[in-house]
């Protein structure tokens, strides 16, 4: 080993040998459309939801046989019924409404069984009790949705009509104060409820994305790796390069293959959030509940990138080593697989550390470079971490990188030239002795 | 000033794989490592290369230790022959000359040059996988020599090529020498070692067994051959009455026979005169590098060429 000066420009050229190699394959092109396609698909599966709901409409007749309802029944029955829509005219109205007096009844028992309307709500008054008394007649079914929506709103009315006849109101019997403390000032955390729940969806979020693409894009290095083994132009390699360059190049040229596949991938996705209001309008002539980039501020967006760079750097030169000890693709999966344990570990820690931040532990595994992308990521997100806890998290990490090189590119020099062998810790620590 | 091994020794777990090993190979010599499989002349050529370490020993090239020799002082053809599968033939050649510091224009101009010369230009955009085995050690044979190293080391160069490409090879070999290229290859093809090295060395479980020019390697035993023909009779029994004679192979056109360091080769003759023969062929020579390989290391390399005996269980 001759030092970084040695690095390049040797690892330059393999690290865009690889990247065409990864770019160029069909696998590559294949994979990359399907997954942006299938991202792309995802974002739009509320407009899909609101389809499908959406284009169904309830007509419903309501015929009034009682006296002295409240006067703002109607706005409320529909209110209860159609939800926010009501407020908004552009928007899908679950239920079309009618209002009839007694009167009425015959005609819209006409329509009903002609099949112009699909349910017709009479509102009587109990003579004794004096409370609303609620007839549907529909041959929707009876423990349906829709009849659930009628019975509910029903209810509210029936509820609201009783207290008006007492003299008060939902609102005003309602609205008893709720307030939420916090038990200490500490941590910074002031974090209301709500932002508490977006900060934790959007970090369980970003560190699956970290996962995702450590394993996915590390697996690539391996294969690489364990594919130029089993091909034998690993001896030319290693006399017209240095494990270390060879190393550094795989690292960097799948690493820049799978950011670009990323990169798509997450292009599509924040495509279609975008698409999501302009679809939304177009199959249904009005806007959706709008994009969900709540709580991704640029502190967290900075973390995550700095994070996924320095822990894939990691993870991949250790997949690597791992790939140059076997000499065929098929036995990748296996030799691998202790990284897998690491990995899955700290997806999980951090998983449970999410509903434990402030806890000891979570705070320490923070700093464990092999953590530190999930547990950091996730602190990080939900706020109170101070900059020099990032900072030393950062550092251990280079630290770690720089050590994770050196160890192997050991590894890799004696790996590569071990053939046909199931390698042990043993014999690799050996070799590694021994290799230049 | 040359390549000078001097006593390494390297051990992979329970077999020692070479043994105090020393070698001097001089600049533009060509130098034939000879061995039966196993005996160590792969590690050995690592080793020199520095992608092994050994566990005793040095390698010096023009005085100057191999870990610090630029690494484009090598070219290398491993025994194991591989390229990328999927990549095309003249983006290989350019990648691995531009590993050993040739500018990329360079590269494909001098690589273009080399598919012109082997006679295999139509090649230069295909994928590796599509050309066949002789055609991809072609490829293989360029990659080593397109940075202009120094010194190229080949192991086993003519294994698996038909004898076309095989002669085509050595003439490229040939030219390499005659650019004055330090050349040292491994072999188990006697005839390929006598026909193109100056100097050999054998090598057997890691050690050499014997070593120098070719003319002193076949003058170490100290016996001569002798090949004898008379008019009348292809067999010559008496031939085998002699002292320090012993028939080697009675063939169609002659009989040839190994004559003691002890006695004169020339007693055959005067001994076929005195029995009133015509003699039709007489010749005196050095045993054949094969002899010599065989008396060394044994009967292996014979084991290699011919069956083992059938088992009781066939």
């Known amino acids: 080993m001759k030092g970084w000066r040695s690095l390049f420009p040797n690892a330059w050229y393999i690290a865009v040998r690889e990247f065409r190699g990864r770019i160029g394959s069909r696998s590559f092109a294949v994979g990359t459309v399907l997954l942006a396609a299938i991202a792309f698909a995802a974002t739009q599966v509320p407009v899909l939801i609101d389809f499908t709901i959406g284009t169904s409409q309830t007509r419903m007749a309501v015929v009034v046989r009682a006296d002295g309802l409240p006067t703002d029944a109607r706005a409320m029955l529909e209110g209860q019924l159609n939800g926010s829509a009501v407020s908004d005219p552009k928007a899908h109205q679950a239920f079309a409404l009618s209002w009839l007096q007694a009167g009425d009844m015959a005609g819209a028992q006409q329509d009903l069984e002609q099949g112009k309307l699909d349910a017709l709500l009479i509102i009587d008054r109990d003579p004794v009790s004096h409370n609303l008394a609620f007839t549907l007649r529909t041959d929707l079914a009876a423990d349906g949705q829709t009849v659930r929506s009628i019975d509910t709103a029903a209810t509210w009315l029936a509820l609201e009509d009783g207290l008006a006849r007492a003299g008060t109101s939902v609102a005003a019997v309602a609205r008893t104060p709720f307030t939420v403390l916090p038990v200490s000032s500490s941590a910074g955390g002031t974090n209301s409820i709500s932002q508490e729940v977006s900060a934790n969806v959007l970090s369980t979020g970003l560190i699956v994305l970290i996962f995702m693409a450590i394993i996915t894009y590390g697996t690539w290095v391996a294969m690489s790796v364990a594919e130029e083994k089993g091909s034998r132009v690993m001896e030319l390699m290693l006399n017209a390069t240095t494990p270390l360059q060879m190393l550094a190049g795989k690292v960097i040229g799948n690493g820049a293959a799978g950011l670009t596949q990323y990169g798509i991938i997450l292009a599509a996705v924040v495509g279609g959030l975008l698409a999501q209001g302009p679809i939304h309008e177009l199959v249904l002539g009005s806007s959706g509940s709008g994009a969900p980039f709540g709580g991704l501020n640029p502190t967290v967006l900075g973390a995550f990138v700095v994070l996924f760079a320095l822990g894939f750097l990691l993870y991949s030169l250790l997949y690597a080593a791992l790939g140059s000890l076997v000499s065929r693709q098929e036995d990748v999966q296996s030799a691998t697989s202790p990284l897998m344990v690491l990995i899955m570990l700290g997806y999980f820690m951090s998983i449970f550390g999410l509903q434990a931040i402030d806890e000891t532990w979570v705070k320490v595994a923070s700093f464990v470079p092999f953590f530190s992308p999930y547990l950091m990521l996730a602190r990080v997100s939900m706020g109170g971490v101070a900059p020099w806890e990032f900072g030393l998290a950062v550092v251990l990490m280079l630290i770690s990188i720089v050590v994770a090189l050196v160890v192997a590119a050991r590894i890799y020099g004696a790996g590569v030239l071990l053939y046909g062998q199931r390698v042990g810790l043993r014999q690799i620590l050996k070799a590694a002795r021994v290799s230049r | ?314």
């Open chain 2, 1 to 314: 000033m040359s390549l000078i091994i001097d006593s390494i020794s390297k051990r992979f777990g329970e077999v020692q794989a070479l043994a105090d090993v020393s070698l001097e190979i001089k600049p533009g010599e060509v130098f034939g490592l000879l061995g039966a499989n196993g005996a160590g002349k792969t590690t050995a050529m690592r080793i020199v290369l520095d992608i092994l370490r050994p566990d005793s020993g040095s390698v010096t090239w023009n005085g100057r230790p191999n870990t610090e020799v630029p690494r484009d002082t090598w070219g290398y053809l491993p025994e194991e022959r591989g390229l990328y599968a999927k990549m095309r033939v003249l983006d290989q050649l350019v990648f691995f000359a531009r590993l050993h510091g040739v500018p990329s224009r360079e590269a494909a101009r001098d690589a273009r040059d080399w598919l012109e010369r082997f006679r295999i230009p139509q090649y230069a955009d295909r994928r590796a996988e599509e050309l066949s085995k002789g055609n991809q050690q072609k490829i293989q044979f360029i990659a080593a020599i397109l940075h202009d190293p120094e010194v190229l080391l080949m192991d086993e160069p003519f294994s698996g090529l038909d004898p076309i490409n095989a002669a085509m090879l050595k003439e490229a070999f040939l030219e390499m020498r005659d650019r004055d290229k330090t050349l040292v290859f491994s072999t188990h093809q006697m005839e390929q070692v006598q026909e193109l090295c100056q100097s050999i060395a054998i090598l057997d479980r890691g050690r050499v067994v014997v070593g120098g020019s070719v003319r002193d390697v076949r003058r170490s035993s100290g016996r001569q051959v002798v090949r004898l023909a008379v008019a009348g009779d292809p067999e010559i029994p008496w031939l085998a009455g002699l002292d320090g004679v012993r028939i080697r192979r009675r063939g169609m056109d002659y009989v040839e026979a190994a004559v003691d360091g002890a006695y004169d080769p020339e007693l055959v003759l005067r001994a076929a005169l005195q029995r009133g023969c015509k003699v039709l062929h007489f010749e005196i020579t050095d045993p054949s590098l094969e002899e010599i390989f065989i008396e060394h290391v044994g009967q292996i390399d014979t084991s290699e060429r011919t069956l083992a005996p059938r088992s009781a269980y066939a």
